[in-house]
Structures are given as C-alpha cells and as structure tokens.
C-alpha cells in the first residue's frame, strides 16, 4: 500500500522501491541528490538517525546557488550507507494501545533521533523491545549552538511532537543519555528556552529515565559517527571517484539553460550538462590535449524540442559583419587592411574560434593571468586550463531569439532581469548585454499585465483624471464674510 507491505508481521518497505534505491546510479548535479533524498525521506520512518546520515547529502542542498556542487567522499559513505540501512531496513512493529510506550531520543552536534518502542511478546512467548517508527532531523545552524542539555531537551520536544498521536492521554517513558534532564521539572534555575521547552513536556503524563550512552545504542551510536561506520568497509574497484570523474569541460560550450539538452556522445567523452540552478565546479583535465578527442562534440549539443540553435548561431557569425572579419583572422589569419586592423588586433587576444565557432575568453580576476597572445593560437588543439571561462559569441541577428528563449520560454518563468542576465551572462556574451536584458525584460507584456506592480502606492491627493472639456467643473464657496466699520467685505 503506497509502497509499503502490510502483514502480519508488521509494516516494511515495499521491495520493488528497495530495488530502485539499491540500483540509484551516484548523483552527478543537485537535482540527482534531492531525487534520491525525496526517494529515501519517504521511508525515514524505518531508519534510525536518517537526517544525521544524510547530513552530508543534505548540506549540498542549503544555498546551493552560491555554491558550487561538489561531491566528496563523505557525500560518497552518505549514499551508500543510507541505500544499505534501507535495503536491511526493520520491520515496523504495530502498536498496541494498550501497552506503555517507550520514547528513546538523542542528539548529536548535527541532528536529533526519536525511537518509538514497545515491548511486546514474540510468538515464542519472549518479551522483546520492538520498534514502533524511527524520526529525526538535522538542527539549523542556531540550534548547533545549543549547550549540550539544550539539544537534548529540544529532541525530547521534537520526539514528543513528532509521535503526538500516540502519546498524548497516555503514560509513557522517555530514555535519554542526559541525565540532567531526569531533573527538568524539578529545577528552579531553568533559563527562558529550557522553561518554555519544559512546560511542552508538561502537558505529556512521562516519566524520564536516564539511560547511559553506552546503553543507549539505539539512539547513540549512529547519532554520535553516523558515516564512519562505512569508512572501515572496501570501496569496491568499480567505484570511480566522483570528484575528478566524470570531467565536465571547461569551456562555456556547455552554455545550455535549464531547457537545454544535449545529444548522444560517443564513448569515451561523457558530458554533463550544467543547470544554472547548480554551481557545478568545472574541472580540467588532459583530456584537451588528445588529438583523438576531436571538438566536433560540440554539434550534438543543442537545445530542446528539436531547435538547433547552436548551429543557428554558427551560422549567424560568419554572416555578421562586424564577427566577420575576427573570424577570418582567428580562422584563417587573414587580417584587413582598413582601420579595424588595430580593432581586429586587440579582439584576438581575449576571443578563440573552436569548430568554426567564436567565443570570449574571460579570465578569471581571482587567478593569475596568462600571457593573452596566447588566445590567437589557431593550433587544431587549443590550449585551455582552469584560468579562463568561454562564452559563446551572440551575433545581433540571434539576440532577440535568445533573450526570448531566456525570458519568455514556459521553463523561464518569466524571471527578472537580474536572474535572466545571470543565466545569459554565464553562458553568452555580446555588447550591451544588460541592457538588452533590462529593455527585453521591461517591455515583456506578459510581465506587466500578470505581475504585481513593484511601485508604492499614490498618496491620498491623485490628480483628477479630465476626458473632455467641462467633464468636471470646480467651484470655491466662501462666506458670509464679516463686515468692516465702514460696511466693506
């Protein structure tokens, strides 16, 4: 039921999505990792301390627009030791209403842990603790400067809230490893966050057992080194560090937008598209020096629903002519006599054609800058490292049709111009680019007539709106006015 296997025994995961969680390939941008965290969250209920475990995968996902994603070995121990607590995931255990619960909690310096328990009698006629459901959360970075009585009152709390349906109108025990908090309701020098925590736990009728750490596996062991269990295990050979591969090239050919896809490649080039919702860290390797990895890939990159937009620009270059006479120089070293000469000159030191294709050569402020002459290279191999960043030359002709892919496409969403100049400048480059941006984004119809208007409101006086002569007359009533000695008004 709902991916669930309901018995007699009790409530498990359904195998078939066990097998879908075994056979999850290694996340290779953001959106893999919130796949597989959606996937996994779904049967939290069955594992212990799963949002300590999955700090690490977690992690990647706070701010990630900032920052650029990269996957480490610790992200590794995460994925694979989550797919392995949930292939040997318990059975969960139904509860009886009738028995007294057992509420185990903890908390560690990242997350909090809940375990739900009973005991009840096997079919042997054994009473044994058996597990009702599992709950946890990683804590905010206030909460992680909690003192340490702090973090474990407020998993008593959580553990509470979380299981309220069953424990509310009902005694029950809590186990914690804290054993200052035995005295909660007892203590007079409680400051504000404790007090008000304490009065929550006071609408529950609980008794609080101290239970030492080392009795407390349950809920202290995973708490404590969650993913260092997995580091003593053998990474099997077919594992490939995922942080130096696959490689994502360099160059800003890689410029599709969210929308974009990209075509079947031929072993061994594997490349990954980039989502400008993802900062990936772009790497470099001596894959570029290979004469048998040839830069004609870049044509089966395209964008989707059959528009073949990249080659629309290659096309629209070499009849632009203004790009025209830099290409003839880059390409074929053929440099006009005219006064562009010096203009032709300057361009060639920060442009590079690849495939008959033009592109900006940006070079990163924050690292030292190589000699610029050597961007005029027109070797077959060019020569490209972690200093520079390409962006794809936009001729006047395909402006237009870009912004509109950028703005007015349904998977654009209409951003602002700020957001949409991002997504164009990380990619593109041509003159003028925000403001083309600011007047394309201004001048969106659909943007003014759906939006809200960002304008304060017009103050108490509006001026009176005329639509003809005469619509409106004003007239100015006075008096009576009192009268002078001498009878004047």
């Known amino acids: 039921y709902l991916g669930h296997v309901v018995s007699q025994s009790g409530i498990e995961p359904d195998p078939d999505k ?10 290779m941008k953001l959106k893999d990792v919130r796949a597989f965290l959606g996937l996994t969250s779904y049967y939290r209920r069955f594992i212990k301390n799963f949002a300590t475990v999955a700090e690490p995968l977690i992690s990647l996902t706070r701010s990630a627009d900032n920052r650029p994603f990269l996957w480490s070995t610790t992200c590794q121990q995460a994925f694979d030791y989550l797919r392995q607590l949930l292939i040997q995931a318990p059975i969960v255990a139904y509860p009886q209403f009738d028995k007294p619960f057992v509420l185990q909690l903890d908390a560690s310096d990242v997350g909090l842990s809940a375990i739900l328990a009973q005991k009840l009698i096997d079919e042997d006629g054994v009473q044994r603790e058996h597990v009702i459901g599992y709950a946890s959360r990683t804590l905010s970075s206030s909460e992680r400067h909690f003192s340490a009585t702090e973090r474990e009152c407020l998993a008593i709390v959580y553990g509470c809230n979380h299981f309220r349906p069953y424990l509310e109108g009902v005694r029950f025990t809590i186990v914690t490893d804290h054993k200052a908090l035995k005295w909660l309701h007892h203590t007079k020098d409680l400051n504000s966050r404790l007090a008000r925590w304490a009065m929550q736990i006071a609408a529950y009728d609980v008794e609080i057992q101290h239970r030492p750490g080392s009795d ?9 080194a969650p993913v260092d269990v997995v580091s003593n295990n053998t990474i099997t050979s ?15 050919y890689l410029f599709v937008l969210d929308y974009f896809s990209h075509g079947s490649l031929p072993s061994p ?58 290409l003839n120089y880059l390409q074929a070293q053929q440099l006009p006599d005219d006064a562009i000469r010096k203009t032709i000159l300057q361009l060639a030191t920060f442009h590079r054609v690849i495939d008959g294709v033009l592109y900006r050569v940006v070079h990163s402020s924050k690292l030292n800058t190589e000699n610029p002459s050597s961007a005029t290279t027109t070797s077959s191999e060019p020569i490209f490292n972690h200093h520079q960043q390409f962006r794809l030359v936009i001729p006047k002709s395909k402006i237009i049709d870009l912004l509109s892919l950028a703005h007015d496409h349904p998977t654009s969403a209409h951003l602002g111009r700020r957001k949409t100049l991002f997504r164009l400048s990380t990619r593109f480059y041509w003159p003028h680019m ?7 984004v201004r001048a969106c119809k659909l943007c003014q007539q759906y939006k809200a208007s960002n304008q304060k409101p017009g103050g108490l006086m509006s001026p009176i709106v005329v639509n003809e002569p005469w619509n409106t007359v004003g007239i100015d009533l006075t008096g009576p006015l009192p009268k002078t000695r001498r009878g004047n008004i």
């Open 18 to 27: 066990i097998r879908a969680v075994r056979e999850y390939p290694i996340p």
């Open 216 to 224: 407390n596996a349950n809920c202290d062991a995973l708490s404590r």
């Open 238 to 252: 077919s594992y490939t560090d995922p942080c130096t591969s696959p490689t994502i090239i360099d160059p800003g």
């Open 269 to 326: 080039q594997r490349f990954i598209p980039i989502s400008l919702q993802n900062n990936v860290t772009i790497t470099t390797t001596p894959i570029f020096s290979s004469p048998s990895l040839p830069f004609t890939s870049l044509a089966n990159i395209h964008f989707g629903d059959n528009i073949q937009l990249y080659d629309d620009i290659r096309v629209a270059q070499w009849q632009d002519s203004e790009l025209l006479p830099l």
């Open 434 to 440: 925000r403001r083309d941006v600011e007047e394309y």
